[in-house]
């Protein structure tokens, strides 16, 4: 009789050792000196001079376009120009109406450009 021979095992896979993700370094936050202070932009301390149209709301002497932003914002809290339905858009009273090239009403970001058309 002829005998049946063994099948061959094959030798069994191994299985990869488990890869640990790789940690992720966070970026440290810088840490800044204790009493110093973020030193302005020199563009935007500037002394610019406002036109004779946005002087009647800002006043006439040169101050920085920063200056300039806070008094227009000042006036509007002042007179209740902001509108009450969209706080975003600024109702023109008669000043600010040449200023903001007649336009009765004109967004908060548009306002920003339209005075910047008046500093020299």
Known sequence: MATKKPAAKKPAAKKAPAKKP???????????????????N?????????TATL?????????PR?????????YIKKNKLQDSANKRMINADDKLKAVFSGKKQVSMFEMTKLVNAHLK
Request: charged share 35%; proline share 9%.
């Open 22 to 40: 790789a940690a992720k370094k966070a970026a440290a936050p810088k840490k800044k000196a204790p009493g110093v202070k973020r030193k302005p």
């Open 42 to 50: 020199a563009a935007f301390m500037k002394a610019m001079t406002p």
């Open 66 to 74: 920063t200056e300039v932003t806070k008094k227009i914002w000042e």
């Open 55 to 63: 002087a009647a709301v800002v006043g006439d002497k040169a101050i």
